[in-house]
Structure formats: structure tokens, C-alpha cells
């Protein structure tokens, strides 16, 4: 993974990015793979470099809706940042790739020697909280269509490219709608010449165009993450 790195730990000095990297390790993370759930602890934070990650949470026991997503922005196993070893949702590999994974011992003793390494964490924290409470709003109050838009800008900021396979089955579970709704919402984006959809390969056509059909909740949290870590 020389030359290519999560953006949180290109934030760090380069003495504390050295001392944190040399407790990692990298790995290869394969799609469908969960990497932790609630009420089991919490073994090892993960720092994407090109794997994507699903937060989800469950009801009764059942995983049934995605409320955050993970790229190279960010880190899975926020909770050991606050002291605690259990996980609220569910975090699967969404797009396979590489990632650092650090056990959870050597990143409480790094992150109580690294000021800079907790300065970083604590201000994501924070933009997680942001984006969770939009995401909240955003579920109850705008429509189909422009979540779809929002969750699509999602994916492709964190995949790197204009062009990835999802499903219409998928993006239902993951947005908490029925299948119905996603077809006729990707159907109205494909007939603006959006988006292209066959058979599972979804491609980016005007990414400028998405952006004016997404819901304001995707600008906010840029604007939100860009403020604070920048």
C-alpha cells in the first residue's frame, strides 16, 4: 500500500503517522466480510485505504438499514476511541480492498501517546455526529430519489471510480425502502442520463448532474468533514 493512504492517518505529523503505521498491519478485506457486530467486543480498528464499509445498524436483532459508510476518510471502531469495546451497528465490507488494522490494545496505548492521533479522532467523531443526525432527517423528510442520488456520490467518492456493481435488492436494504421504489428512482436517474444500470453495473454519467439531483444532505457533509479535517 506504499503511496496510498486513509486520509486520517495522512493528517498525522509524520513521526506519529510512522509510530502508528508500525502497529498496524495491512490487510485484505473481501466483500460481504463483517468485521465487528453489537454486543461482541471490538478487536481491531481498520483504516480503509481502498475498502468500503457499511455501518448498520439492527432492529430486533436483524440488520435493516445502513446509517453510515466508511472509505479512506475514515476509520471503523470509532467506540475504542471513547473507551468503549463494543460496537453499536454492524461494519461490512461494502467494496472490497486494503485497509490498516490495528489491535484495539495497541490503539488505546497510540492514542494516548499520540495528542495529534486523538486531536484527528475526536474532530471525526464529532463529523460523525453531524452526518448521523442529517442521515436521521434525511430517512424521515426527503424522498426516494435524492437519497438515492446522495447515497450513489456516497459510493463513488469512496470507490475512486465512476463505475461499481450494487443491485437494486441492495441499495433497498441499505436506504430502508422497498425494491419498487429504487427502481423507479434509478429509472427517473437513468432517463436524465445520470447514471447507466445493467445487470448489476451501475456507471456515473454526470457526476455534476447527481450532485444537483442529491438531496442537500451529501454538500453538508462535505462541508462538514472539509472544516475539520482538512
Known sequence: MAGVQNHLIELLPRAGRRSLLTLCEPVDLVLSERL????????????????IISLVTAIDGKPVLEVGMVGREG???????????????????????AAWRIPSRSFH?????????????????????????????????HLIGPRLARWLLMMQDRAHSDRFHVTH??????????????????????????????????????RSGLEGAACGCYAADRRSYAALLR
Open 36 to 51: 465487528c457486530a453489537p454486543g461482541e467486543a471490538t478487536r481491531y480498528a481498520y483504516f480503509p485505504v481502498n475498502a
Open 75 to 97: 476509520m471503523v471502531g470509532v467506540e475504542l476511541v471513547l473507551g468503549v469495546r463494543t460496537a453499536p451497528w454492524h461494519a461490512v465490507v461494502q467494496g472490497p480492498g
Open 109 to 141: 496505548r497510540e492514542l494516548t501517546a499520540s495528542p495529534a492521533l486523538r486531536l484527528s479522532l475526536d474532530r471525526y467523531l464529532y463529523v460523525l455526529m453531524a452526518q448521523f443526525g442529517a442521515g436521521a432527517a434525511c430517512l424521515r423528510f
Open 169 to 206: 435488492e441492495f441499495l433497498a436494504y441499505m436506504l430502508g425502502v422497498r425494491r419498487v421504489g429504487i427502481t423507479a428512482a434509478a429509472g427517473t436517474l437513468q432517463r436524465a442520463g445520470l447514471i447507466e444500470y445493467r445487470r448489476g453495473e451501475l456507471i456515473v454519467l454526470s
